[in-house]
């Protein structure tokens, strides 16, 4: 059974980091592309960032400078680490292989 799970969702203040979790089981990630997509009320799911099989990372231009995707192999996770938090970051985080989605971590900024 493939599983994506995420952690490290929080209320944070602007300004401030959160480091974001995507632990896969019964999937290898090591040459999978994974995305993490953002999410708030009311409105669709949109593209934060990725990264390719051969550890290619892209983002969304908004993120670009504040957000870092990485991938650990030896445990099969996708990490997003974001800094200089902004209210508008507010949302679920969702991690996919685009095949498979997690259940999203929220991350709540406060102005």
């Known amino acids: 059974q493939v599983q994506l799970v995420e952690s490290g969702g929080d209320l944070v203040q602007a300004g401030g980091s959160l480091t974001l979790a995507c632990v896969a089981s019964?999937?290898?990630?090591?040459?999978?592309k994974i995305w993490w997509l953002r999410q708030v009320p009311g409105e669709q799911r949109r593209w934060v960032a990725?990264?390719?099989?051969?550890?290619?990372?892209t983002y969304v231009d908004s993120v670009k400078g504040r957000f870092t995707i990485s991938r650990d192999t030896a445990k099969n996770t996708v990490y997003l680490q974001l800094n200089n938090l902004k209210p508008e970051d507010t949302g679920v985080y969702y991690c996919?292989?685009?095949?498979?989605w997690g259940q999203g971590t929220l991350v709540t900024v406060s102005s």
């Open positions: 990725s990264i390719s099989g051969r550890g290619t990372a």
């Open positions: 019964g999937i290898d990630l090591r040459t999978r």
């Open positions: 996919t292989t685009d095949e498979y």
